[in-house]
């Protein structure tokens, strides 16, 4: 068995580089990785003083408590929130978000969850202004996440006009449609004066999302002492603009506009994914057996770990429950941990 990544591609061992390594074993390195992850959501999505705030917390789970804190931040960042939904669209996306959440964990599609709209509660459509309208954008046209998505149509009339499945990104919230990145993420606004759908999105979220590289081709790396003022540079893998900001600045491609802050968000989603995996795989057998790993490339049995009592290990109760929420599946690649059982030719 290979402890490396090169199931799902030659190029992920480098895109999980951009995030930086890590131990599981190690409670500093756990410690010091994830707060530089909450770090970076917190500047993206504004919640960067409340997370600074947030009493620090130890326990069993250094991998919990970070995101247990990350999580209780944003939500009091959410309660100053200016609504961008109103009431009742955010009770139909927060029980539909949550059913959602659910469903895909125990089917393996939480990074990016198709449903038909009409099994939803309220069939995923809400009133205002005695208007049924759709609580979703209906995203299924092809974007920078893939050549559109096929999934099951509305079997049932719709009072909002669903004429077709319900696609959401969960894995790269707040960009959960493939199709607008020009912006600001539109899960960010999932918030009203009574709900709060944006806490459903961030706790769902993994990272699954594979890089836009082709994007990158005209633009240059930043070399120190050379940068333009208010010029779109690549920084250690990142887009970066010098002495000037990253939310006016973006990609123009064949597929439309993607902001700076999107395309770093998922990037740094993506690498996080596989930088979990790739400290999972490499210290899997000095880990401690207990609940399955909810990820199926890491679920398989490991042969060569085998304990006093002679069974085979598994991923621990931690990155299963905190991290293996997006359940590898469908994604980039379908490998699995036994493909890798052998170095790839």
């Known amino acids: ?64 408590a970070a995101q247990e804190a990350g999580l209780a931040a944003f939500e009091r960042s959410l309660r100053d929130a200016r609504p961008g939904v109103s009431d009742a669209q955010g009770r139909v996306q927060l029980a539909a978000l949550t059913g959602l959440a659910s469903a895909g964990r ?37 974007g920078y996440f893939g050549d559109g998505w096929d999934g ?6 719709s009072a909002c006009g669903w004429q077709t499945p319900l696609v959401l990104h969960l894995g790269t919230f707040p960009w959960i449609y493939s199709t607008r990145l020009d912006g600001a993420g539109p899960g960010a606004r999932w918030v009203s004066s ?7 999105g961030l706790r769902a979220a993994v990272s699954l999302m594979d890089p836009v590289t082709p994007l990158l081709a005209r633009v240059p790396v930043l070399q120190p002492g050379r940068a333009e003022a208010g010029r779109l540079y690549r920084r250690n893998g990142f887009l970066h603009v010098h002495q000037g900001s990253l939310h006016v600045a973006g990609l123009d491609g064949p597929r439309g506009r993607i902001s700076a802050p999107a395309y770093n968000h998922i990037l740094r989603r ?18 401690p057996r207990r609940r399955p790993a909810s990820d199926p490339q890491l679920r398989r049995p490991v042969p060569a770990c085998v304990r006093g009592g002679g069974g085979p290990c598994e991923l621990t109760s931690a990155v299963s429950e905190r991290i293996g929420r997006g359940r590898w599946t469908g994604g980039p690649r379908r490998a699995t941990v036994a493909a890798c059982s052998s170095p790839p030719s």
């Open 270 to 287: 993506f690498a996080c994914f596989f930088a979990v995996r790739r400290s999972t795989l490499r210290d899997l057998t000095a880990m």
């Open 152 to 157: 099951p149509r509305p079997r049932a009339a």
């Open 1 to 64: 068995m290979t402890t490396t990544l090169d199931c799902y591609g030659p190029e992920i061992e480098q895109v999980a580089d951009l995030v930086g390594d890590f131990s599981l074993r190690s409670r500093l390195d756990l410690d010091a990785w994830y707060a530089i992850q909450w770090k970076a959501l917190a500047e993206l999505l504004g919640f960067s003083q409340q997370l600074a705030a947030a009493p620090s917390t130890r326990g069993d789970s250094p991998i919990g």
């Open 106 to 142: 125990e089917r393996g599609e939480l990074w990016r969850v198709t449903v038909d709209p009409t099994t939803l509660p309220m069939g995923a459509c809400f009133t205002d202004g005695g208007q049924s309208l759709r609580a979703f954008y209906p995203d299924t046209a092809p």
């Open 194 to 200: 009574t709900t709060q759908p944006a806490l459903e």
